[in-house]
């Protein structure tokens, strides 16, 4: 929630308000037997509006003295409560938190130095009937505004933290949303869903199963005798049934005891909460869920049969504008129970209006101060790409990512103003500038995630031999990966904003993300005249992509840059990314012409293309490096 939102909380009044979420955020979830690497992801896209700045920092720890209570900061709340039993000092953690001051603390993302890592909120609002029934306390009840900053200055664990959270709502109540958070450990993982004035309910998740979850309830049918997996308050069931608002299970009805979404969120899914829905499992599973439409239940889990979901394809759902449907099956997918199609305007998960979205990547074969990464996009994923960080060991960020820029200016110097900038830009020529920037970003998480196999080695063997420099190296790390990426941003920015016909040089290659120094460059020694004869060709410059254009007949023209000196090139296109050997196609061609013809694509996909160029040593091919890719969807 913001202050303009607030605002409509005070002229409104809080029921009316608490019962029509007005946010986008999607959170998304995914269990370590679905990865391809083990690792268990999590995170959320924050939703508020068009422009709307955030920070991120390092949040020091502090003394806490003998009967202290905790107090929001920034003064925007009235929530105040007392520390958890024995706690003497608190934990330093990471925030990504709102620029402008004296609204609330709106932290959306964290880990603590004890590895504990959360991820607040997505609003989701309740029934009429339930907010009737337990109606929100005010301003002195906790807030999403809080969450993060009091749970994870104290919480030892995800348990410890869930624990702190429901003890909060139990003394003080909620102030004016129902919502759902993240907090986990590099054990498990808990989601949270506060259910109204006082009720909640928290859940373990499955290391088997993945989950999308907009702006709604969307806790099913619960075993409140689960101790071991379930985290309830104390009236979750009795209460609702003496308002009348109680529905029991749908399923297993003799082991499960109700079903959270209908009892405190009502039936069904809105046409946007159902578009979130359906786009990711789209995407992780290649398989089309329109029936979310028309039911008026379904369980919020589901499988990812082929167990390899990636930090790359998790920040491509954060990003996706469903460019990953055919034109138009998005839109004819959307019929509600009578098979009348659904006039309401599409819901992206990838808006103009996520100014925040972040990854919790954890490995749970890790020490828990090295468990969690962090992947953070100031501004919306669809242009702006995700980070890396060690957020249990850092103690400062780079400087940019601490700058407030609470107004959009033409020079940017915060991190969230200059991603900005090119996102609002993107938006604007979605199918050129949007498509190449989304190309671009994509390829660099995918860099990083690659990169970050060898760093979490280097870490690894200083907390095997030196630890106490482990907290100084990854800041130092974070740092230079930080600066690096804005300084990759600015050249992009510029580049895409001064041509209209963008052709990207920008290259990501040359970011290096690890402990150790980047090898310099050394002068070859001048050889020997007679050595001289001897020295293989050399390589061929990089080829500059022109221009694509798809012809009629299921065609692609491909139009490049000559190379001097080169006896020809090869076009490598592929329906991914990642040009992977079963969707790869390698033509040759001599170096007569610089624009060739790829025929027998398929209509309604996507192809990325690059070139390169090659000379001849003998008998053999001496090639130059691969142009940066470009993309182009199929449309005749």
Same mark, same amino acid.
């Given at each position: ?95 990504c938190r709102d620029g402008e001051k004296g609204y ?74 129902a919502d759902g958070v993240f907090i986990a450990d ?345 050595? &001289?004869?001897?020295?293989?060709? !050399? %390589?061929?410059?990089?080829? @500059?992509? #022109? *221009? +694509? $254009?798809?012809? =009629? ?31 790869? &196609?390698?033509?040759?061609?001599? !170096? %007569?012409?610089?624009?060739? @013809?790829? #025929? *027998? +694509? $398929?209509?309604? =996909?996507?192809?990325f293309v690059k070139v390169r160029a090659y000379k ?21």
């Open positions: 929630m913001r202050k303009v939102l607030l605002g409509m909380v005070a002229a409104a009044g809080l029921t009316a308000f608490a019962a029509v979420p007005a946010k986008a955020c999607t959170s998304y979830y995914v269990g370590s037997e679905l990865t391809k690497d083990g690792s268990t992801l999590f995170g959320r896209t924050e939703d508020v509006g068009d422009y709307h700045d955030k920070v991120f920092d390092v949040i020091d720890s502090k003394d806490v003295p003998e009967n202290g209570m905790w107090v929001d900061e920034d003064g925007g709340t009235k929530f105040t409560a007392p520390y958890k039993d024995g706690l003497t000092k608190t934990y330093r953690y990471t925030a609330g603390l709106f932290g959306e993302v964290g880990v603590n130095e004890k590895g504990v890592s959360m991820s607040a909120t997505t609003t989701a609002g309740n029934s009429e009937a339930a907010q009737k029934a337990d109606p929100f306390v005010g301003k002195t009840g906790i807030s999403e505004e809080n969450y993060v900053d009091y749970v994870l200055c104290q919480a030892d664990s995800a348990r410890d933290g869930v624990e702190i959270l429901a003890d909060a709502i139990d003394e003080c109540g909620v102030w004016y949303t590099k054990n498990e993982v808990w989601y949270m869903e506060i259910l109204s004035g006082s009720q909640y309910c928290a859940v373990k998740m499955p290391e088997d199963k993945a989950a999308l979850i907009p702006n709604c309830l969307v806790l099913g049918d619960i075993d409140l005798d689960d101790k071991e997996n379930v985290i309830a308050s104390d009236k979750v069931k009795t209460l609702a049934e003496e308002k009348e608002i109680y529905v029991p299970a749908q399923t297993n009805p003799e082991v499960n005891d109700i079903n959270i979404k209908l009892t405190y969120g009502g039936n069904g899914y809105s046409a946007g909460n159902a578009d979130r829905i359906r786009a990711g499992q789209y995407i992780l599973t290649g398989k089309d869920n329109t029936a979310i439409y028309k039911d008026e239940y379904q369980d919020i889990f589901f499988d990812v049969p082929s167990k390899d979901v990636t930090v790359e394809k998790l920040y491509q759902l954060a990003g996706s504008q469903y460019e990953e449907y055919a034109d138009g099956a998005f839109e004819a997918g959307r019929k509600d129970a009578t098979g009348k199609k659904i006039e309401d305007s599409i819901r992206v998960i990838g808006t103009n209006r996520s100014q925040e979205c972040h990854i919790l990547q954890i490995r749970s074969d890790m020490p828990a101060e090295l468990a969690t990464v962090e992947w953070l996009s100031m501004s919306s994923a669809a242009y702006s790409p995700m980070v890396p960080y060690y957020g249990a060991l850092l103690t400062d960020v780079a400087e940019p990512y601490k700058k407030a820029e609470v107004e959009q200016g033409e020079n940017p110097v915060s991190a969230y103003g200059i991603f900005k900038q090119l996102d609002s830009y993107c938006r604007q020529n979605v199918n050129t500038i949007g498509e190449k920037v989304k190309t671009f970003y994509k390829g660099y998480v995918h860099k990083l995630e690659e990169d970050q196999k060898n760093v979490d080695k280097e870490l690894m063997d200083i907390y095997n031999n030196t630890p106490a420099q482990l907290s100084q190296k990854a800041t130092e790390l974070g740092i230079s990966i930080g600066d690096q990426t804005i300084e990759m941003a600015k050249k992009l920015n510029a580049e895409a904003m001064a041509d209209d016909v963008f052709q990207i040089s920008t290259s990501y290659e040359d970011i290096h993300y690890s402990l150790t120094a980047k090898p310099e460059k050394e002068e070859a020694e001048q050889p020997a005249e007679e050595e &001289k004869k001897a020295q293989p060709v !050399a %390589a061929p410059a990089k080829v @500059t992509i #022109k *221009k +694509l $254009k798809n012809r =009629k007949g299921k065609k692609l023209q491909v139009r490049f840059k000559k190379v001097a000196d080169a006896a020809g090139y090869e076009i490598a296109y592929s329906r991914g990314v990642n040009f992977g050997k079963k969707k790869t &196609k390698v033509k040759s061609f001599n !170096a %007569a012409k610089n624009v060739r @013809t790829l #025929k *027998k +694509l $398929k209509k309604g =996909k996507r192809y001849m040593d003998g008998t053999q091919k001496v090639y130059g490096k691969w142009s940066q890719v470009r993309v182009v969807k199929i449309k005749k």
